[in-house]
């Protein structure tokens, strides 16, 4: 009888957790929202209880102010992104190929790159100057983010003989491809599909011994 209360009383902690972590990835999701229909600014706490469906109240409980809800929000999206081109990269393989290939993908996959989610980056971005928080969340992850391509970019040119100087090359590719979600961004056109596109021909250019525009070749 008493395992069986016991059993009882885990199952309702379990349930409560998964509700408050649903309820906090409920309240993110329309930060995510507000943000990309709003703007930093007039993004209030009201408009994401409502975007949620949850009380003023709730918001408060979770978060206390629209500051820790906002880097909350930033903090989530920058996890999910530095996850998301590191689980690219580890299903890539050790191929150099394949890993350069699958890190341009990643950001164009339908998970990343939504429009309400560039938005409430460009929002977030442009708070970042003036917010030493927001450059201290993204910083470390940039940071591994440009060291590993800078290693990609060395061992392609080790393997494949390129004349170019793999920092510089790196730099080249993370702007092009910051390049292409600022154009996805400002709405002027530009498609995802396109921008893809875009982003193959630059590698498949920079990396000839190693990428055609349909893929890595084989070696």
Known sequence: MRAGVAEQGEGEKRG??????????QLIEATIDSLAKRGYSDTTLA???DGAGLSRGIVNFHFESKENLLVATLQYMSEEYGDHWNTALERAGPSLASRIWAIVHADFDRKICTKRKLAAWCAFWGEAKSRPTYQALCGARDVKYQETVIQLCAGL???????YEAEPMALSLCAMLEGLWLRLMMGDGTTRE????????????????????????PR
Do not use: I, M
């Open 16 to 25: 409560r957790k998964a509700s408050k972590e649903t309820r906090r990835q």
């Open 47 to 49: 408009d994401v209880a």
């Open 157 to 163: 040119k080790a393997e494949g003989g390129y004349a």
């Open 194 to 217: 396109k921008a893809l596109e875009a982003a193959v021909a630059f590698v498949v250019t920079a990396f000839p011994a190693h990428l055609t525009l349909q893929g890595p070749k």
